[in-house]
């Protein structure tokens, strides 16, 4: 690649190749570039604007062969920007200039080819490429001075007329890229001083155009200097007071937005940069029509129903930001910004309604960031609404009913519409309303539906105050009464993922309000068992993550306790529940911090509440409810032999109050180490097996007093009593063969305490006899 050109991979050398001819004969392009210091101010600059413009003044068309150098160059692979003095750019430039001048340009047959092929392209790698960081100095200020002649170029265009049809659209596209303050260039040279452009520049100039107000300011404030420097030379060259001129002929009621847009937009990229006063001159009057015609555009105009992906494909939307961008700048235009922020918002808002669904997530990511912006200390550009304003112009436009009003199905809809309510929620613009509207919004809809509202609200609800928390815990309490078993299910899971998922002690109220609603939801006598249980698996889910844990089950322990206490119909499911409970806790101690273990923990409940004997109580007064059952209706009961038939209580059989009790005494004695005492065995014994309605009892209770035994759960100073006084006492005629199997089991072990009988080795079936006068030895003869 020749040197000394901009070009695509790297920064070119400070020398020109051989391989660009010379523009004119008796014209040699230097073997070198020799830039020198302007001993004025605008030396080289009125050198581009005047002088060097006189090299060309014969030239009556493009040069050809330069001209098609340039696009050969300008669309190769490894493109080619000759941006040296004499080389293809500014040599055509020159004589584009001198056509500009005649009034020849229109009748030119490679005009428009250049402006459209050449010199739009041409601008657009210039300010743009990525390999710019590669560069050379020398280059970007060559580079620089090739803006400052396209805005002459572009001034003696608008000297020449000011009918907009004359311009063409690369006229306005080459500007934009030329003034655009966040353009690669521009960006590249953020920081850079004015002293690598060798030249001299007046300060009070700089005053006219530019932001800057003070001399000092000028050398203390570096920033963008380059551009502020080309500003101030397009001001300087009659470029404000051109464009006035071609607003006011050419700007009416009927101006179409698309030439808004061009018109606006270059000044508007860098109107931060412009004085205020400059940007009221300039363009004032062009704004306000603008801003009129956006805000009488009436909704069919907006074509809102084709808005397929990005919005700010749409004309109405960049002309908005475009003036935006205008009138923030100034004090006395700040209320035609807010007109423009809200007539964005209705747009938004509109295609919201009626777009195709790729569409509405264009528009739910837009409302995102400007909710966000608005929220934020650190915005991505100014407002001039506040957000307490914002927010209360979307309620009146009816923001929630439209965000949820269709979508919910597409769970990339319920993502974005997540980000939109959590930004309304960290500025506590959501109301009690608002939430009604959201939960209302899953009634009778498909699965899929109430899914993705759950999930929504599953990740919102950290994000609510206290009285939404609580508002919407009233709402899942209410929905449950009229709900259908799979709806039931459903919002199980709701409750117990909000427990779960939030179950650290920095949200341990979000844990609690779950679980006191869970235990609240289950208390219902018309729910079925499964429902029961369905309730009580998310109420240990919960328990079982919530950090920390101890206190809260604890307290739940000590509920299902009230529940044996007052015999309530809920019984099971407490007995249930407590066991699982208590499992959670550790058989053993393997840590080196000290925890508790399980049978700590149940001995510990134990001693504090008396459990086994309070259990033992409600056996056997669920066994006196079943006898005044059966004896008030004998006929019923006696054509009823399967114990899992029979429902003498609530919606559990027999059986199942029978091994629930029974099977939970049974844990609390083996985990947790403790012994049936003496009272509470001869209580068993009689409400099971002295006083058994029904065989099973019986049954069940020789098998659980066998096994208790065998596994040395009963008190060893109960045996003999429990064995004389209770199994010796009991009929024959009532033993059956688990009877005899419980007898045998007592009789070896009270031999065996009193050592007459001899167990050579431990869980061997047979016994050497130690004394021949064994204990009531004449039962068992």
Known sequence: NPAGRAMSSSAPASTVGSSSSNIVDHLQRPNTFDVKTSPSAHAELNAVANERSKVWEDFTELPSGMLSRLFDQLHRTRWVVPVLPNQELEGLMEVAIVLIKRGTDKTSKFFEGFLEKGLQVAFDKLMNDEAMKDWKIEIHRF??????????????????????????????????????SNSRFHMQNFGRKADFLQLEFDSNELMLYTSINTVEEVHQRVLQLWLLLLLSYFGKIGGFTLMRNFLER????????????????????CSLLLKPAVITETFGPTIQVAVARLEHIDDKELKCEIVKSDLNESPYVELAKVLQSLVLVNPEMIHLGRQMQFFSLRYILRVLQVAPFAGRIAALEELHVVLHNAASEFRQQELVISMNDLTEWLRKQHLIEILVRDNLHHPAYCERLERVFR???????????????????????????????HDLIAKLVNGLNNVLQEHLFERMKESWA????RQRTLLLDLIRRIGV??????????????????WDLFHDERLPVEMIDAALEAHFNVLESAVPAEE??????????????????FVLPALKHMQRLMTLMPECDYSTGRKITRAEYIATVQQDTELCSRLSKNVALYMEKVRNAVNEKPHVYAVIENANDLVFVGRYTHSDNLRIRLSFLHFLLSDGQLWLMTPQANELWDALIVRSVFEYERTYGFQLFGTMQDQEDIDPKALDQLFTSRILKLPVEM?????????????????KKHSKLFQPTEGMSHYLMCDFDLEVSEHVI
């Open 143 to 180: 580079i620089w001075l090739s803006v400052a002649r396209f805005f002459i170029m572009f001034t003696e265009k608008m000297r020449r007329t000011l009918e907009a049809e004359d311009f063409h659209p690369a006229y306005w596209k080459i500007l934009q890229y030329a003034m655009s």
């Open 250 to 269: 050419n700007v009416n009621e009927t101006t179409k937005i698309t030439d808004f847009i061009d018109w606006l937009r270059p000044f508007a990229s």
């Open 423 to 453: 930004v309304l929620l960290e500025r506590n613009a959501i109301t009690v309303e608002d939430m009604d509207i959201l939960w209302n919004v899953q009634r009778e809809k498909h699965d899929v539906i109430q899914r993705n509202v």
């Open 482 to 485: 009229n709900s259908s078993s």
């Open 501 to 518: 998922d939030f179950s650290s002690l920095t949200e341990k109220e979000l844990t609690i309000r779950s679980l006191s609603l869970l």
């Open 552 to 569: 809260l089950r604890r307290l739940y322990i000590e509920r299902c306790i009230d529940e044996l206490l007052l015999d309530s119909v």
């Open 735 to 751: 033993l059956n063969e688990e009877g005899f199997s419980c007898f045998k089991t007592f009789w070896t072990a009270v031999n």
